[in-house]
């Protein structure tokens, strides 16, 4: 970053001195003003509950264009990387920089291959739950419990340790999420098979059976390879914002992760996907496109606490691109599997067409998310509704770690402590027990 032209000066209408604070340019986006020293300077903080205008650090992985609906992963655009680049590759240019030549990508892949079976002890931990326990309850767990098998590799400040850390996250995660999937359906596991794609293979683990040779199917394995390049990283988003909190504290990388998968649980961040399929089921189960009328009028009214799942963004005020090429995929998906005519997706874009019409939503910029097609294609494929956060989760990995791993690397970063407008009792004295 680069100090700005222009400064900021902070003047006090009770004659307090006015103070000077720098003002700092990124490469694309919008300057920063440095309050860093405003405390010290004025022994005032700054108030933004929700960070709506707060930079908590500078970041060249992920740049998103809210206005534009535009979202780049280290500059390239998500169109392109949908289209002409696998997730593997997109791992290696989030954690790297660049896009891998041949050889790099040849290396990665296979690297990445080599560390996709669990300690056979984590099968263990799985026993522990219920066969009905929440899937994202199970990972946040699994994830953690990582830690408890890499000494080798938790010094975070150790970029080695850093390194094989990613790979072995990114590596296992389908195997783990496909685990707690087997595990609720009562069938085996299923151990992962070097010869596949990164897709391939967690489709086998996922619906593969030791019963019978399972194919892969390309345009599923395609599909979700997609959602995983969509889902890989976004700017410093709740999740992200948690592994960089967690991580701050010097912790291990398998724990702030962990701590990245429970806090995209919430339905206002990754468990929205999940919220937006049970929406469409609710709306289709009391009528279907007829309904949509007065469930738009529900959301409306905000006696109602109903929101249109899937639909707004903190930072999007135009349509998510990454929407728009879930769409795409949804429409691949159903044609691939005959189910075209699936009246979930003809209920979700009628349901569209009618919200981008109406002036609540056209006045608040609230356009579909990446959430709000995602579950119909995961759902196509076969994948349970109460998985869909934990695959968001799989493909957020790469992005977490990227993040964190940027963070760490950078020398001025300290651990993260915010402050508080402190509005409760004054000092005051226990009362004796008979006088309270
Ligand atoms: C993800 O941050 C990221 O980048 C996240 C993510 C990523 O890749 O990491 O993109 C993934 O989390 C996508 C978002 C998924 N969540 C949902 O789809 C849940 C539904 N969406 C909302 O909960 C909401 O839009 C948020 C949480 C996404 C954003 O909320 P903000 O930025 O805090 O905005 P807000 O709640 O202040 O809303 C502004 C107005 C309010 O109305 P008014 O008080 O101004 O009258 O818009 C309304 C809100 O009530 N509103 C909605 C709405 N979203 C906002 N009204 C109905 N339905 C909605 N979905």
């Not at 006015?18 to 490469?27: M, R």
């Not at 522990?128 to 946040?140: E, K, Q, S, Y």
């Not at 783990?176 to 293979?201: E, F, R, T």
């Not at 998310?369 to 994948?383: E, L, P, T």
């Amino acid at each position: 970053m680069k100090l700005a032209d222009n400064k900021a000066t902070l003047s006090f209408s009770n004659g307090s001195p006015s103070v000077d604070l720098p003002v700092y340019q990124g490469s694309i986006g919008p300057d920063v003003i440095d309050i860093r020293k405003l405390y010290a300077q004025t022994g005032m903080f700054t108030y933004d509950p929700g960070f709506l205008s707060t930079a908590a650090t500078q970041s060249a992985i992920t740049y998103i264009d809210g206005d534009k609906g535009e979202l780049l992963y280290r500059g390239y655009p998500i169109e392109q990387l949908a289209t002409q680049c696998d997730y593997l590759d997109t791992c290696y240019l989030l954690l790297n920089g660049e896009l891998p030549n041949e050889t790099q990508r040849t290396d990665f892949h296979k690297l990445v291959t080599n560390h996709t079976m669990v300690n056979e002890q984590m099968q263990f931990f799985l026993r522990g739950f219920r066969r009905d326990a929440h899937p994202m309850a199970v990972l946040t767990g699994l994830v953690g419990a990582l830690s408890a098998f890499y000494h080798d590799s938790t010094d975070i400040n150790n970029p080695q340790h850093r390194e094989i850390a990613a790979i072995r996250l990114i590596a296992k995660m389908p195997t783990l999420v496909a685990m707690a999937y087997k595990y609720g359906m009562g069938q085996p596991y299923m151990y992962p098979q070097n010869n596949l794609s990164y897709a391939g293979n967690f489709l086998r683990m996922m619906f593969g059976t030791p019963c019978e040779e399972y194919k892969v199917n390309p345009v599923l394995e395609r599909a979700l390879d997609r959602i995983f390049i969509l889902h890989a990283d976004h700017e410093q988003n709740a999740s992200t914002s948690t592994v960089r909190l967690c991580g701050s504290s010097g912790t291990n990388p398998f724990a702030a992760i962990a701590a990245g998968v429970a806090c995209l649980w919430g339905p206002a961040h990754g468990g929205a996907n999940e919220a937006a399929l049970n929406m469409l089921h609710d709306i289709q189960a009391q009528g279907g496109v007829e309904k949509i009328g007065e469930f738009i009028k529900q959301v409306k009214d905000k006696n109602s606490g109903v929101k249109l799942m899937g639909f707004g963004h903190r930072v999007y005020k135009n349509y998510d691109p990454r929407a728009k090429l879930m769409q795409e995929t949804c429409n691949e998906v159903l044609a691939e599997l005959g189910l075209e005519k699936d009246p979930l997706f003809k209920l979700a874009k009628e349901l569209e067409k009618i919200a981008l019409e109406d002036d609540y939503f056209v006045q608040r910029k609230l356009y579909p998310n990446v959430d709000f097609y995602s579950g119909i294609v995961q759902r196509a494929i076969g994948i349970p509704v109460n998985l869909f956060t934990g695959i968001f989760a799989l493909a957020r990995t790469v992005g977490w770690i990227a993040q964190l791993n940027e963070m760490i690397g950078d020398p001025e970063y300290k651990i993260g402590r915010p402050r508080q407008l402190f509005t409760g009792s004054e000092r005051r004295d226990v009362p004796a027990l008979d006088k309270r």
